[in-house]
């Protein structure tokens, strides 16, 4: 670790939203990576001869005429997959390695600016588990040092996201609490359970992380509510079955056409091959499939991003408001869809096993009962859906729920925090 003279950068490097913070000058700064925010959308975007990164890369994605510009989002997730470590960029092969080099890179470099030196040493915070595979996570984690070793830091830690939230929120414990970290991201749901004393006297009793976040739950609105307007469910009569059995049938179209446009890896020289299918089904089939030329006209014009911009607009109203709308305008057509939050709470109930099983996980590690935790902490936008607010008061009785004031700041205020003090070394995993 470091002492408070050093400049040691903490670095949320998240599946949505990155955050860095430094604690500098006797104080806890989180860095602006952008004109308007703290925080920087985790997107890349590459032309032959640029990359762009953060609201750049989505305004390019969405504008650029470049026939072969390629977006990527939810790169973090990319770090675990096994058997793959690169993918297409504008036709040649990049590792993940180096994409994730390139985004930590001008986060450094903004980072730099801000405190007017060279930084060369990070904490980054982790989630639990990238996934469920202990030999994936470690590759995430050796990829993931790299990727910050060439960006320019010459001393890497990693703190598990939760316990970073749990130290900058150390104001909230009280002497014998026993706390539940609940750190709801975009790619991962982790637990951190604590035994509270002092500051410098935190008992951790159980960590627990599981493979779900906001993105997922984005998709699953995309497709209940949208991908229908995309030909999901659709049926057509082909001519060539026709010909072949001399009467009426009806094909479905290929759901994994639809469902391409909730594939984080939207590879662009991918696209042709798709197209290609989309036209041989429009040339089968004996009537037009609007649905299908909609997809079509999708693709060619780069405006996925569109929906899951709307999409995570409704998520977040929805935390507020019992019903939202659903207004698209892309491709010179409209889409307009209701979601009540009944709905939203039926596509949420999807995920209702999952966490209470993570939670019986980490209950049972703890060797505790549930209504012997008397306070869970909120992390992550994810947390502010009533949905899980209630899952969270139906399964810990005793708690007391615990809005933190930086929702979206706190792990990477945490991470500053560990980096500047020596007694919180013990956390770096």
């Not at 999807?350 to 909120?378: P, R």
Request: aromatic letters at 10%.
């Amino acid at each position: 670790m470091s002492n408070s003279t050093n400049v040691v950068y903490g670095l949320d490097f998240g599946a949505s939203n990155t955050v860095l913070s430094v604690f500098w000058n006797d104080k806890l700064d989180v860095i602006k990576l952008s004109e308007s925010s703290c925080s920087l959308p985790t997107l890349l975007y590459y032309t032959q001869y640029e990359s762009y990164m953060g609201n750049d890369a989505a305004y390019m994605m969405l504008n650029s005429i470049a026939d072969k510009g390629r977006f990527i989002r939810n790169v973090k997730s990319a770090l675990a997959i096994e058997g793959s470590d690169s993918t297409f960029v504008v036709d040649k092969k990049k590792p993940y390695v180096d994409i994730v080099c390139d985004y930590i890179s001008f986060v450094k470099k903004v980072g730099d600016r801000h405190v007017g030196q060279e930084c060369s040493e990070v904490v980054i915070g982790i989630p639990v588990n990238f996934c469920t595979v202990d030999d994936l996570n470690e590759q995430a984690k050796t990829f993931l040092k790299k990727a910050a070793w060439r960006s320019g830091f010459r001393k890497v830690s990693f703190v598990y996201e939760p316990v970073a939230a749990m130290v900058n929120n150390l104001q909230q414990f009280r002497e014998g609490d026993i706390a539940l970290v609940f750190d709801f991201g975009g790619s991962t749901l982790d637990f951190h359970l604590i035994e509270f004393h002092s500051r410098f006297d935190i008992r951790p009793l159980a960590t627990h992380g599981i493979k779900l976040g906001g993105h997922d739950i984005t998709k699953k609105m995309i497709e209940h509510k949208v991908l229908q307007h995309f030909g999901l469910g659709v049926t057509y009569n082909s001519k060539m079955l026709d010909r072949k059995n001399n009467k009426s049938n009806n094909v479905l179209v290929p759901n994994s056409l639809p469902f391409l446009l909730l594939d984080d890896d939207l590879n662009r020289s991918r696209d042709q091959g798709i197209l290609e299918e989309i036209e041989r089904i429009l040339w089968d089939a004996e009537a037009d499939i609007p649905e299908l030329r909609f997809l079509k006209d999708c693709i060619q014009k780069k405006l996925y991003h569109h929906i899951f911009a709307a999409m995570e607009s409704a998520k977040i109203k929805l935390s507020s408001q019992p019903q939202v709308d659903i207004d698209l305008d892309i491709a010179n057509r409209e889409i307009k869809e209701k979601l009540t939050q009944d709905e939203f709470n039926e596509i949420l109930s999807f995920y209702k096993s999952d966490i209470l099983d993570a939670f019986a996980v980490l209950m049972n590690s703890a060797q505790m009962n549930s209504d012997e935790v008397n306070k869970v902490v909120l992390i992550g936008g994810t947390t502010q859906i009533a949905y899980f607010q209630d899952l969270l008061k139906s399964y810990f009785t005793q708690a007391q729920i615990v809005e933190t004031e930086f929702l979206f700041e706190s792990v990477a205020m945490g991470l500053a925090s560990i980096a500047c003090n020596d007694r919180y070394s013990s956390l770096v995993c």
